[in-house]
């Protein structure tokens, strides 16, 4: 049973550069989930959607943040342009329904940016 | 918003002995608060969660109680192993607004079992 999966696993860029990351969510969840981890600022909800809609996207950054959920078993998550503050561990999570069930986070993306 | 304050930072104890992370939350409607487990290099993942309507709930070695007069929750690790070393988040959702059920992490426990 396959859980979330995401790509790349690790990316290291250019300041500048456009970084797209790429989210598959268990097959029947209809919520997905991306969140950033850094050390200073920890664990942090970037945006979710349920049935393919973004729902909150109160915690992207800024403009140069932003998020697509095409179908029910695919979303990105795309920086442009980047910056060295964007470097950190992003994370994909999907729950069956809603974000107040148990959330399944995939292996994360590891993002440097130089 | 919530505001989720988890202590301590750093815990470090003997194999075999009892291992209990607290953590305060700021929304007294939040109804559900769940613990992950973050090993090195991988995704959290659920451990244990309670909601509002028990008080205390167990699943083997592992143990939340609630105290929602106080708004604090606490996991105990009985027993402890070294595999039970990693990081350790609480979190509780926003009961209203736009961001409901949107979840606040706590800052981290990094548990270290020594053998």
């Known amino acids: 049973d396959a859980g979330v999966i995401q790509s790349p696993r690790h990316e290291v860029t250019e300041m500048g550069q456009e970084v797209t990351l790429r989210c598959k969510p268990i097959s029947g969840h209809n919520s997905l989930f991306w969140y950033r981890q850094t050390m200073m600022r920890g664990l942090e909800l970037l945006i979710y959607?349920?049935?393919?809609?973004?729902?909150?996207d109160s915690g992207m950054p800024e403009d140069r943040f932003s998020a697509k959920m095409p179908n029910a078993s695919f979303s990105t998550l795309k920086i442009q342009p980047s910056e060295p503050r964007d470097s950190a561990v992003y994370f994909c999570a999907s729950s069956f329904s809603g974000p107040s069930e148990t959330q399944y986070f995939g292996p994360g993306t590891r993002l440097l940016v130089l | 918003g919530e505001n989720v304050e988890q202590h301590p930072s750093t815990l470090s104890v003997q194999e075999g002995d009892s291992a209990v992370i607290k953590c305060t939350y700021s929304?007294?409607?939040?109804?559900?608060f769940p613990w992950y487990k973050q090993e090195l290099g991988k995704g959290p993942q659920l451990i244990i969660d309670i909601r509002s309507n028990v008080g205390e709930k167990k699943d083997q070695r592992i143990a939340v109680t609630l105290n929602k007069t106080a708004k604090h929750f606490s996991l105990h690790i009985t027993e402890t192993q070294p595999e039970d070393s990693a990081v350790y988040f609480c979190a509780a959702p926003h009961a209203g607004g736009t961001s409901y059920g949107k979840l606040t992490f706590g800052q981290g426990t990094i548990l270290t079992v020594h053998p």
């Open positions: 959607f349920n049935n393919n809609v973004p729902i909150d």
């Open positions: 929304d007294s409607a939040s109804n559900y």
